[in-house]
């Protein structure tokens, strides 16, 4: 069963840069997109952004010049950066990976639990 | 980038009733469309993949339809468990996006 596990901290100063890493166990990352997605407290889902184990990505047009993405397929982790974070970067953060194309057309089948990331001075 | 409207934003429903969540693409689709629950602090979780598809280890009672621009969740009779909140999500192009979601709540 394949297993996500969202890391990293979970308050930030304005300006800062909020850093998190997926973990994911029970599989390889070698295949499949992975993914952000985050939520603010008491709204709906925003998609951030995904990866591919080549290193190929994909960023929110809204977000994508503060975003980026990296993956390490030794340690079977992905990694999310966003900039200058203000205080309406505060939600919860999910990684998730991308279901395969061909039969499933690509839903985000495996999550994590969400870590909640905080902005404030 | 896709929009999707979900309708309605809530509802309020009692057990044992059938209960309908639409969403509408702002442009066609094809079937690349998904619903998740979500119950409060914990993620979402997926229900329906490619429209009509039924996701391993969800209850028959959820059944999804639809292609293009007009899908629908159905519920055929509601449990307590159901009570949560329900997400459409398009993977046909990026950025990937999600309905505002309909909560289920209990009448």
């Known amino acids: 069963q394949v297993q996500l596990q969202e890391s990293g901290p979970g308050l930030l100063k304005p300006s800062e840069t909020l850093s998190l890493t997926c973990t994911v166990s029970g599989g390889s990352i070698t295949t499949y997109f992975w993914t952000w997605i985050r939520q603010p407290a008491g709204k709906g889902l925003e998609w951030i952004g995904r990866?591919?184990?080549?290193?190929?990505?994909n960023y929110n047009p809204s977000l994508k010049s503060r975003v980026v993405m990296s993956v390490d397929t030794s340690k079977n982790q992905f990694s999310l950066k966003l900039t200058s974070v203000t205080a309406a970067d505060t939600a919860v953060y999910y990684c998730a990976r991308e279901g395969e194309t061909a039969v499933t057309l690509r839903p985000f089948d495996y999550w994590g639990q969400g870590t909640l990331v905080t902005v404030s001075s | 980038d896709i929009q999707m409207t979900q309708s309605p934003s809530s509802l309020s429903a009692s057990v044992g009733d059938r209960v309908t969540i639409t969403c509408r693409a702002s442009?066609?689709?094809?079937?690349?469309l998904n619903w998740y629950q979500q119950k409060p602090g914990k993620a979402p979780k997926l229900l329906i993949y490619a429209a009509s598809s039924l996701q391993s280890g969800v209850p028959s009672r959820f059944s999804g339809s639809g292609s293009g621009t007009d899908f629908t969740l159905t519920i055929s009779s509601l449990q307590a468990e159901d009570f949560a909140t329900y997400y459409c999500?398009?993977?046909?192009?990026?950025?990937?996006?999600f309905g505002q979601g309909t909560k289920v709540e209990i009448k």
């Open positions: 999500q398009q993977s046909y192009s990026t950025p990937r996006t």
């Open positions: 990866i591919y184990p080549s290193g190929s990505t």
């Open positions: 442009q066609s689709i094809s079937n690349y």
